[in-house]
């Protein structure tokens, strides 16, 4: 009893020393007749008034000086806010946060430092900005994380606070990289139809080889092991292994923070042959059309792609007349009894729209004129999906945007429209090449070349070449209007001035070319464009020592200078998937040039065809055929300045560049008027490369002729005793400045006189 009332007496006195605590600090209300701020440096005044929730002549009470406080600490500008009061006077009293004066960092050799600066701005530490003690974990964690992206897994991160002057401080991160984490196992468990190295080799990732440090194979990536995981998926699907799945993957990292091993556990299921196909639901009464874009093939094994194919098909189709919100399903009905799946493509073409407006995003440079004016769709039109991936297909051909997508998106409120957006990506369109070089034959040259694309965002393409070299001097202006009048007919213009002449000294003999042309290119479908140009030539022949015999014919019958009046009709289609580094698909090229007025009259024209088939997700085939055919237009002689040229890299390998073809009686290559070459490769990807495409290996046949006068071509009279052939491999690399080529060939036909270059190498050309 005693012992409670000690406590109920203890009780009450902490009570009232509470009580008398709060009576002195509370501040009675009163009316505020100057506020003064204390402690800035650098903040503004101003920054701190407009924060304060009291102003002159306002009552001040303890919750307003609570609110203050807690308002001064959410700008993030003060480590300590305190608020003081002298009479009515109120005195708001703060201690800065120091500022970042510099970030730095050491040890960094995996990435460049502006975009570690942008990472770390990105969660708010940067020159200039308050310093946070809290900010150094999370930057810490966020240079950790930009490691762990690049299998550095191993990465140490230690950060250095320095103070300097005016309550500044700089900060440094230093780095201790260590060695990339690299997968040194790959297991496949579950697999019985197929090898594990079977499908090792579908994946872009693997163990590693000789060129890993180029292609980073072997360096672990979550979304390359997804991408990879998908790629196995898909290899199951399409070989009837309808209930294929992945049951889980572990990713181990070991000890050492250097090594990774991968286990990835499936479940093969049973293979399933397609038994039927059915349609159900609502057709538009087209059921025999639809019927028609099937690619499932009952009696054959089940494949995830046909499916994927006849259900983007149907919707496809659905779309060209209206409905962009059909919806298509293709549902299994499964007897596993007898390994039998019978597909049932149910379809709801729900309703009819048409698009009320047409967007276009992502163009910071192109004007929206270029983009829209490539499109087939229209606006207040019903919606056409063949007109709106037509429209899609073109704006991806100008060849400005890396990305092109079509997004539909429903108009809220009304069912029956749609607005469609293009967004893009655009991607640098312009070129600049500056070179020098000397040697002892060509002297100092110095080349340059600008091509612009899409000029000033236009659509406009610019271009300019100069080479100042003492023996071929060239300069070429051109510029291209693909929408000189509004129904797409194109405009070409070009100007061109070279000399060629065989020394520098100036006792030799020199060819001088000047001309001027111009061209429409008239699309006649969507994917064919022919094109029709003017243009004028002057050849003049600057005789001198050595003129070669040729040449002497050609001024003794035309004399010197030249005019010729060319009219040049060209046409061309591309179907393949890619101009860099094709895997499949068709190119063919076709022009001709006539002469028709001027003292040089003839017809020259040349035809290409190239073919590209996949053999499997590593190996292609390719073909590529050309052929060119060149004759006079009056009763003299075809001009020899006109004459075709083979040999080397785009024609047949292993002979010297521009060496095939007929001589005068000075051993002097002269070319021909008629040219044939035929070229077969098989690309495969470069040992220790896995999948990269960029960077393949080749071996290559080539066969070809240039002709003369007196010579026919084999495709024409079945002559082939002038054919010159070779065989060898090669390299192909798409380089960082630009695709490059490097063939090792052995002739296989010669003859005696033949110039022989086994090892060739350039960059720009396909064959």
């Known amino acids: 009893m005693h012992l409670n009332r000690f406590r109920l007496k203890t009780l009450s006195a902490l009570a009232a020393l509470v009580l008398v605590a709060q009576s002195s600090w509370a501040v009675s209300p009163f009316t505020v007749r100057d506020i003064r701020i204390e402690g800035l440096q650098r903040v503004e005044p101003g920054t701190v008034f407009v924060s304060l929730p009291v102003r002159v002549g306002d009552t001040y009470s303890d919750d307003k000086g609570t ?54 701005r990105d969660i708010g530490l940067a020159d200039g900005r308050p310093f946070d003690k809290a900010q150094l974990d999370r930057a810490e964690q966020e240079l950790k994380r930009q490691y762990i992206n690049r299998s550095l897994y191993a990465a140490e991160v230690v950060t250095t606070v320095t103070p300097i002057e005016r309550n500044r401080v700089n900060l440094t991160f230093t780095v201790i990289e260590g060695e990339p984490a690299t997968i040194s196992e790959i297991r496949i468990v579950g697999n019985k139809a197929f090898p594990e190295s079977t499908l090792r080799g579908l994946f872009d990732l693997n163990t590693g080889g000789w060129l890993s440090w180029y292609t980073k194979s072997n360096r672990y990536s979550r979304a390359k092991l997804n991408a990879d995981i998908e790629t196995l998926r898909s290899y199951y699907l399409t070989r009837g292994y309808l209930e294929f799945k992945v049951d889980s993957t572990q990713v181990a990292i070991l000890p050492n923070k250097t090594d990774i091993g991968i286990n990835i556990n499936i479940t093969e299921g049973e293979r399933y042959v397609v038994s039927s196909v059915r349609l159900a639901g609502q057709y538009l009464g087209k059921e025999d059309e639809f019927k028609s874009l ?353 040999g080397g890299l785009g024609s047949v390998r292993g002979f010297e560049q521009g060496s095939l073809g007929p001589v005068d009686q000075f051993g002097t290559n002269v070319g021909g008027d008629k040219k044939f070459n035929l070229n077969m490769e098989i690309l495969a990807p470069f040992p220790g490369a896995g999948n990269d495409r960029t960077l393949r290996l080749y071996g290559f046949w080539d066969m070809g002729l240039i002709a003369g006068p007196d010579q026919g071509l084999p495709i024409i009279n079945a002559n082939a005793n002038d054919l010159r052939s070779s065989a060898g491999i090669g390299i192909s690399w798409i380089s960082p400045v630009g695709p490059l080529r490097l063939a090792y060939s052995t002739p296989l036909r010669k003859f005696d006189n033949d110039r022989i270059q086994n090892l060739q190498f350039q960059i720009g050309t396909s064959f």
Not at 515 to 529: K, M, N, Y
Not at 561 to 566: I, Y
Not at 588 to 597: I, L
């Open 294 to 646: 099937v690619a499932i093939r009952p009696g054959e094994a089940y494949n995830a792609e046909e499916v994927t194919k006849t259900i983007k098909a149907f919707t496809d189709y659905f779309g060209n007349f209206g409905y962009a919100f059909a919806r298509v399903q293709a549902l299994p009905e499964i007897d596993r009894v007898n390994n039998r799946v019978a597909l049932v493509l149910q379809a709801d073409p729900s309703r009819r729209a048409y698009v009320r407006k047409i967007n276009v995003a992502g163009n910071t440079r192109t004007r929206d004129v270029v983009v829209r004016r490539e499109f087939r769709q229209l606006e207040a039109s019903w919606y056409d999906g063949e007109k709106i991936r037509l429209s899609r297909d073109r704006v991806d051909r100008l060849g400005y945007f890396g990305e092109v997508a079509v997004e539909t998106q429903e108009v809220p409120g009304t069912p029956d429209q749609v607005d469609l957006t293009i967004n893009v990506v655009e991607k640098p369109t312009g070129s600049l090449s500056l070179g020098a070089g000397y040697s002892s034959g060509d002297g100092l040259g110095i080349s340059f070349g600008l091509k612009q694309e899409n000029a000033f965002g236009s659509g406009n393409s610019l271009g300019l070449q100069l080479n100042t070299s003492k023996i071929n001097r060239l300069m070429v202006i051109n510029t291209t209007d693909p929408y000189f009048t509004e129904d797409g007919v194109s405009r070409t213009l070009d100007l061109y001035y070279r000399t060629t002449r065989p020394y520098q000294d100036q006792d030799y003999y020199e060819l001088i070319t000047a001309g001027a042309a111009i061209r429409f290119g008239v699309p006649f479908s969507e994917t064919d464009t022919v094109f029709f140009g003017l243009g004028v030539e002057s050849t003049e022949i600057v005789e001198g020592l050595s003129l070669p015999q040729s040449y002497k014919d050609f001024v003794e019958e035309y004399g010197t200078p030249t005019l010729a009046v060319p009219l040049t009709v060209g046409w061309a289609r591309d179907s393949r998937d890619s101009s860099l580094a094709p895997n499949s698909g068709r190119y063919q090229r076709a022009n001709a040039e006539w002469s028709f007025a001027g003292d040089v009259r003839y017809l020259r024209a040349t035809y290409q065809f190239q073919q590209y088939v996949p053999l499997s997700k590593q190996f292609t085939a390719a073909v590529n055929a050309e052929i060119g055919l060149g004759a006079s237009g009056s009763d003299k002689t075809y001009p020899v300045f006109k004459n075709f040229f083979g």
């Open 67 to 120: 609110a203050a406080i807690q308002s001064l600490f959410a700008l993030g500008l003060f480590k300590d806010v305190r608020i003081e009061v002298i009479g009515d006077v109120l005195v708001v009293v703060v201690e800065e946060r120091p500022t970042v004066a510099n970030v730095e960092f050491v040890g960094t050799k995996e990435f460049d430092k502006d975009v570690l600066v942008k990472s770390l």
